[in-house]
């Protein structure tokens, strides 16, 4: 079973001792893919100890690569930190690809709230407060207020907002009721039986392509694993989570 640390871990982490790598692969991981992710690393690893999760933010997952962090592999939420790692020269464009598409969804915990009208939820702004992730570190914060811009809700709406720095964090947001409806990413409620929500439909904000990165120097645990995601068990463990899947090269 891997070990899961979580990204805040990594400041005492840098520096190459911090964690006990052996022959394992370091996955950095985007937080609305972490359980998804999981059950890949369960596939993958077949009883052995050869992957280590490390979820977070895509923006501060990104920060700390930049910065030294010992990842083999990056499952990012965008596009634009992949191509950012390219264009410093970290990566070939050889070494990412899009693994998933993601999906947005306006959830409350309340199951009356988005039962019949979520546009007219939204435009009333009736409840005081609107829960997403932080647009300037996850792609699901961006597309949260892309949507809300292209309803014309956002200037209106913008006392109502709080942030988590994550959607997964935008989730629990919701779930603790500490606001009364959020954006958070299909995958996050996906296995919630309570509630109600409502699909954002995808024209309302630009697609949320979910790239994954082989690093640099990368072990052969890594190349393997990235290879993997391609593979047919891989992407039905994706689509099983609720992610769309990118055209196959095979």
Excluded: C
Excluded at 75 to 102: C, K, M
């Amino acid at each position: 079973m891997a070990r899961y640390l979580a990204a805040a871990l990594l400041s005492v982490l840098l520096g190459g001792a911090g964690i006990a790598r052996a022959d394992a692969a370091v996955v950095a991981v985007a937080t609305n893919f972490a359980t998804a992710a999981e059950h890949l690393e369960r596939e993958f690893e077949a009883g052995q100890d050869r992957l280590t999760l490390v979820a977070g933010s895509t923006g501060k997952l990104y920060a700390q690569i930049v910065h030294g962090a010992p990842f083999d592999v990056l499952l990012s939420a965008d596009q634009e930190r992949p191509a950012a790692l390219v264009s410093r020269g970290r990566i070939s464009v050889e070494q990412t690809f899009t693994y998933a598409v993601g999906r947005l969804v306006l959830w409350s915990a309340d199951p009356q709230l988005l039962q019949v009208d979520p546009r007219g939820v939204l435009g009333a702004g009736r409840f005081r407060r609107l829960a997403l992730a932080n647009p300037e570190l996850a792609p699901y914060g961006r597309a949260a207020l892309q949507t809300l811009r292209s309803l014309g809700y956002d200037e209106a709406l913008q006392k109502k907002l709080v942030y988590g720095e994550n959607v997964g964090q935008a989730h629990a947001l919701v779930a603790t009721g500490n606001a009364e409806l959020g954006f958070v990413a299909h995958a996050n409620v996906i296995a919630e039986r309570r509630g109600s929500r409502w699909p954002v439909p995808a024209a309302l904000h630009a697609p949320v392509l979910q790239d994954a990165v082989l690093l640099n120097a990368a072990s052969a645990e890594a190349v393997a694993f990235f290879d993997f995601l391609r593979s047919a068990p891989a992407r039905r463990v994706i689509a099983r989570f609720g992610y769309g899947l990118p055209e196959s090269d095979d």
